[in-house]
C-alpha cells in the first residue's frame, strides 16, 4: 500500500465501503404480516374509552418497554419529537416560563419548549461529555425555569444526579432526551430513566427502530397521564376522565400504529446485543487511535455504559497545525465516512437569530408576559460553539454491522493521516492546491 495521502493522489486504505446498519430482520417481517393479517393497523379512538390507550400490539410494546427499563409507565409516540413536546406539554410550562436545554442537539430538544410559547434558554456543554451539566444549568436558572431537557447526546448519559437534586430544590421537572441513547447505563440505571421524564426515538437512525417511532418513560402516574392525554386530543377526553388540572390539555395526534409495535417489539428484543456490540467495536478503536497525537477519544468510564449512537472524536488543530475540515477530507479521502461537528449549537438558527417563531411578532420570544431575558448572541455557550465548528469530529461506523476488521481499517485510516500529516502543512505549494480543491469538491 503506498503511503502517500489518498488526497494527494495515493491510493486509498480502504476500497470498499463501511457496513450500513440494518436491524431489520425476518422477525420484524414476520411481526408485520401478522398485524396485516389481522387488518387492524391501528386502533386508538380520541375519546375515554378503551381504545383511548390503543391496540393489543401498541400496549404490549408499552408493557415491554416499562419491564425492560424498569419503569412504572412507557407510553408510545410516533416520534421522540412528539416524546418531548409531550413531555414539556405535560411538566406545564407555557408562555413566561423558560425552558434550559442544550444547545448541542437536534433541534426538537429546543423547540418542544417553543411549541409550548415558552423560551429555550441555552446551557453550555461539557467538553468531555458534550452534554449540559449541573454547573452550566445552573449558571441558566431564572426564576422562570419550569423545566430542563438533558440530552444524552452521541449516546452518552449525561451526570444526571446533580442535576436531579438542583432540580428537585427549584421545584423543576427535568426530562431526559435519550433518543440516542437506549441501552446505556449509568450507575446501574439505564438512560431514559434518570429523570422525571425520559424520551427515546425508534427513527430509522436509531439503534433500534420502527421507521418513525418514539417512547416516552417515567415513575408518576400524573405525568404519565397527562403523556397520554397529549398523545391522544386532550381537550375532549378530560371533561368525560374528569381531569382537574387542564393545563397544556390540548391533544394532537402522536399515536402509534400497531405495524410499528409489532416491530417496536421484535427490535427491544434486540438492544442488549445491538448496544454490546457497539460497545466492543468502540473499545477496540479507541484502543488503536488513543495516544494519536491531536486527538482525544472517548473513553470507558467506571459505572457508564455509553452507547455509541455516534463515535466522536475531538481534534486539536493547534497541534497538527491541520484545519479540521482538511484532515476530515484526508480521511474521506482514505475511504472513512466522518463529519466535522454535529449540528450547528441550535441558538444560532435562523429562529433563534431572529426571534421569529409563531406569527409575525416574534411570539413567543416578544410575548409580553415573558419577564426573563434571554440570549441567543454568538458566543452564548462556547464550549459547545468550540466543539461544533472546530473539534468534534463523529463516525457512524461503530454498529453491530461492522467487525473489528472495520475497527481495524479505520484505525490505520487515522494512523496514515496523522503520520502524514505533514505533507499537507506545505503552504502555497501543489498539496495544499490538491487538499483544498478537494475540500472545495466535498462543499459543491
Ligand atoms: C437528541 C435527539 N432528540 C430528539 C430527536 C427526535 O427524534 P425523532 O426523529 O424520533 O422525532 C432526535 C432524532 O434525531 C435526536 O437525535
Same mark, same amino acid.
Given at each position: 500500500m503506498s503511503e502517500k495521502l489518498a488526497i494527494l493522489g495515493g491510493d486509498p486504505v480502504r476500497k470498499v465501503p463501511f457496513p450500513a446498519y440494518r436491524t431489520i430482520g425476518p422477525e420484524e417481517k414476520q411481526a408485520v404480516m401478522e398485524v396485516m393479517d389481522d387488518g387492524v393497523l391501528s386502533q386508538f379512538l380520541? *375519546?375515554?374509552?378503551?381504545d383511548f390507550f390503543g391496540g393489543p400490539r401498541v400496549q404490549k410494546l408499552e408493557r415491554e418497554w416499562a419491564h425492560h427499563f424498569g419503569v412504572k409507565h412507557a407510553i408510545t409516540m410516533n416520534s421522540a419529537t412528539s416524546g418531548l413536546y409531550a413531555a414539556v406539554g405535560a411538566s406545564g410550562a407555557g408562555p413566561g416560563d423558560e425552558v434550559v436545554v442544550s444547545? /448541542? *442537539?437536534? #433541534?426538537a430538544s429546543a423547540t418542544a419548549a417553543v411549541v409550548y410559547g415558552a423560551i429555550p434558554v441555552f446551557a453550555d456543554i461539557d467538553p468531555r461529555t458534550f452534554c449540559i451539566s449541573a454547573e452550566t444549568i445552573r449558571e441558566r436558572l431564572s426564576p422562570y425555569t419550569k423545566a430542563i431537557v438533558v440530552v444524552d447526546i452521541f449516546g452518552y448519559p449525561a451526570d444526571f444526579e446533580p442535576i436531579m437534586r438542583l432540580a428537585q430544590e427549584h421545584n423543576i421537572v427535568v426530562i431526559e432526551d435519550a433518543a440516542q441513547s437506549p441501552g446505556a447505563r449509568r450507575n446501574g440505571k439505564w438512560a431514559g430513566t434518570l429523570a422525571d421524564i425520559g424520551v427515546f426515538s425508534l427513527n430509522y437512525?436509531? *439503534?433500534?427502530? *420502527?421507521?418513525e417511532g418514539g417512547v416516552a418513560v417515567t415513575d408518576d402516574t400524573r405525568l404519565a397521564e397527562r403523556l397520554q392525554l397529549i398523545r391522544n386530543h386532550a381537550e375532549v377526553v378530560v371533561g368525560k376522565k374528569g381531569t382537574a388540572d387542564i393545563v397544556n390539555m390540548v391533544g394532537f395526534n402522536y399515536r402509534m400504529t400497531e405495524i410499528e409495535a409489532a416491530i417496536g417489539s421484535e427490535q427491544l428484543k434486540k438492544l442488549e446485543r445491538l448496544v454490546s456490540a457497539r460497545e466492543a467495536l468502540a473499545n477496540r478503536l479507541t484502543a488503536g487511535l488513543?495516544? @494519536? #497525537?491531536?486527538l482525544t477519544v472517548p473513553e470507558a468510564e467506571p459505572d457508564i455504559r455509553h452507547g455509541y449512537y455516534l463515535y466522536t472524536i475531538r481534534y486539536d488543530s493547534s497541534v497538527s497545525g491541520i484545519p479540521r475540515d482538511q484532515f476530515a477530507a484526508a480521511l474521506r479521502s482514505e475511504g472513512l465516512p466522518v463529519s466535522e +461537528? /454535529?449540528?450547528?449549537?441550535? /441558538? @444560532?438558527?435562523p429562529m433563534y437569530q431572529q426571534k421569529? #417563531?409563531? +406569527?409575525?411578532?416574534?411570539f413567543p420570544f416578544t410575548y409580553g408576559g415573558y419577564k426573563g431575558n434571554v440570549s441567543y448572541d454568538r458566543g452564548l455557550c462556547p464550549v459547545a460553539e468550540q466543539m461544533h465548528f472546530e473539534e468534534v469530529i463523529c463516525l457512524s461506523i461503530v454498529h453491530a454491522n461492522a467487525t473489528m476488521d472495520d475497527m481495524d481499517d479505520a484505525v490505520a485510516i487515522f494512523r496514515k493521516v496523522v503520520r502524514r500529516l505533514s505533507d499537507l502543512v506545505v503552504t502555497h505549494g501543489e498539496n495544499t492546491r490538491l487538499v483544498q480543491r478537494a475540500c472545495a469538491e466535498e462543499r459543491s
Amino acid at each position: 500500500m503506498s503511503e502517500k495521502l489518498a488526497i494527494l493522489g495515493g491510493d486509498p486504505v480502504r476500497k470498499v465501503p463501511f457496513p450500513a446498519y440494518r436491524t431489520i430482520g425476518p422477525e420484524e417481517k414476520q411481526a408485520v404480516m401478522e398485524v396485516m393479517d389481522d387488518g387492524v393497523l391501528s386502533q386508538f379512538l380520541g *375519546t375515554w374509552s378503551p381504545d383511548f390507550f390503543g391496540g393489543p400490539r401498541v400496549q404490549k410494546l408499552e408493557r415491554e418497554w416499562a419491564h425492560h427499563f424498569g419503569v412504572k409507565h412507557a407510553i408510545t409516540m410516533n416520534s421522540a419529537t412528539s416524546g418531548l413536546y409531550a413531555a414539556v406539554g405535560a411538566s406545564g410550562a407555557g408562555p413566561g416560563d423558560e425552558v434550559v436545554v442544550s444547545p /448541542y *442537539t437536534m #433541534a426538537a430538544s429546543a423547540t418542544a419548549a417553543v411549541v409550548y410559547g415558552a423560551i429555550p434558554v441555552f446551557a453550555d456543554i461539557d467538553p468531555r461529555t458534550f452534554c449540559i451539566s449541573a454547573e452550566t444549568i445552573r449558571e441558566r436558572l431564572s426564576p422562570y425555569t419550569k423545566a430542563i431537557v438533558v440530552v444524552d447526546i452521541f449516546g452518552y448519559p449525561a451526570d444526571f444526579e446533580p442535576i436531579m437534586r438542583l432540580a428537585q430544590e427549584h421545584n423543576i421537572v427535568v426530562i431526559e432526551d435519550a433518543a440516542q441513547s437506549p441501552g446505556a447505563r449509568r450507575n446501574g440505571k439505564w438512560a431514559g430513566t434518570l429523570a422525571d421524564i425520559g424520551v427515546f426515538s425508534l427513527n430509522y437512525h436509531k *439503534t433500534i427502530h *420502527t421507521g418513525e417511532g418514539g417512547v416516552a418513560v417515567t415513575d408518576d402516574t400524573r405525568l404519565a397521564e397527562r403523556l397520554q392525554l397529549i398523545r391522544n386530543h386532550a381537550e375532549v377526553v378530560v371533561g368525560k376522565k374528569g381531569t382537574a388540572d387542564i393545563v397544556n390539555m390540548v391533544g394532537f395526534n402522536y399515536r402509534m400504529t400497531e405495524i410499528e409495535a409489532a416491530i417496536g417489539s421484535e427490535q427491544l428484543k434486540k438492544l442488549e446485543r445491538l448496544v454490546s456490540a457497539r460497545e466492543a467495536l468502540a473499545n477496540r478503536l479507541t484502543a488503536g487511535l488513543r495516544g @494519536l #497525537a491531536g486527538l482525544t477519544v472517548p473513553e470507558a468510564e467506571p459505572d457508564i455504559r455509553h452507547g455509541y449512537y455516534l463515535y466522536t472524536i475531538r481534534y486539536d488543530s493547534s497541534v497538527s497545525g491541520i484545519p479540521r475540515d482538511q484532515f476530515a477530507a484526508a480521511l474521506r479521502s482514505e475511504g472513512l465516512p466522518v463529519s466535522e +461537528g /454535529y449540528v450547528r449549537p441550535n /441558538y @444560532l438558527e435562523p429562529m433563534y437569530q431572529q426571534k421569529i #417563531a409563531f +406569527g409575525r411578532d416574534g411570539f413567543p420570544f416578544t410575548y409580553g408576559g415573558y419577564k426573563g431575558n434571554v440570549s441567543y448572541d454568538r458566543g452564548l455557550c462556547p464550549v459547545a460553539e468550540q466543539m461544533h465548528f472546530e473539534e468534534v469530529i463523529c463516525l457512524s461506523i461503530v454498529h453491530a454491522n461492522a467487525t473489528m476488521d472495520d475497527m481495524d481499517d479505520a484505525v490505520a485510516i487515522f494512523r496514515k493521516v496523522v503520520r502524514r500529516l505533514s505533507d499537507l502543512v506545505v503552504t502555497h505549494g501543489e498539496n495544499t492546491r490538491l487538499v483544498q480543491r478537494a475540500c472545495a469538491e466535498e462543499r459543491s
